[in-house]
């Protein structure tokens, strides 16, 4: 079975501070997905990954599949970042979905 | 506007009192999922659907029902309740099998079984 782990559980930055938050897994896998969890709850996809790197406005994901690893970079953070972002990978099918702890991000103004 | 909808989204209830958890998507989606989020324990998937009358269990089965009868819509059902089963809950859908689209999750449900 797929182990995810993303560190760090809780990052405190100041508005404006370049951010990263890391995923590795242990077994191969054929996508990694990126979420954001917001306060109240709703979950929003930012990231579909299976190689390669990937931007969208100030937020930039990378994977590497020799390493296993997986990073989310948020630049120029902003308190509305402030957010759980959390890391799920999936390996052979739909049903071997692993999802990381979750990440806590606070950005301070 | 693209969108997964659940319902309801906050319930109290009571042990045993038979209960269904409505999920539909607007997308055309063929992959839906479900799953349940605890403290300390994260999101697990609950049940998943590849698409109409394809069902196949996550993780986390025991306790719920699921049915694809149509497209749009994946209901998940909670025969007889039990207070293990308070929990936030989401469904999401992609184009395909999760690895093959981005994934789209409605608001949440949070159950709590008294």
């Known amino acids: ?109 | 506007e693209a969108q997964v909808t659940q319902n309801p989204r906050y319930l109290i209830t009571v042990t045993g009192k038979k209960l269904t958890v409505t999920c539909s998507q607007n997308m055309n989606h063929e992959y839906m999922s479900w799953y349940r989020q605890d403290p300390g324990l994260g999101l697990r998937q609950i049940y998943y659907s590849m698409n109409v009358e394809v069902t196949d269990k996550g993780d986390v089965p025991e306790g719920y029902k699921v049915s694809r009868k149509e497209k749009r819509n994946f209901p998940l059902i909670l025969e007889s309740p039990s207070p293990n089963q308070t929990s936030l809950y989401f469904c999401a859908s992609s184009r395909r099998g999760a690895g093959t689209g981005e994934l789209f999750f409605g608001e949440g449900s949070r159950l709590t079984v008294l």
């Open chain 1, 1 to 109: 079975k797929n182990e995810v782990e993303q560190s760090p559980q809780n990052l405190t930055a100041q508005e404006g501070e370049f951010i990263t938050i890391n995923c590795s897994y242990s077994v191969g896998i054929s996508a990694l997905h990126w979420l954001q969890q917001h306060p109240g709850g709703g979950i929003v996809s930012l990231f579909m990954l299976s190689s390669g790197k990937k931007k969208h406005g100030r937020l930039i994901a990378t994977i590497n599949i020799q390493e296993k690893h997986s990073s989310l970079h948020i630049t120029a953070s902003h308190p509305r970042d402030s957010a759980v972002y959390i890391c799920l990978t999936q390996s052979g099918s739909a049903r071997q979905l692993t999802f990381g702890s979750g990440t806590q991000l606070t950005v301070l103004p």
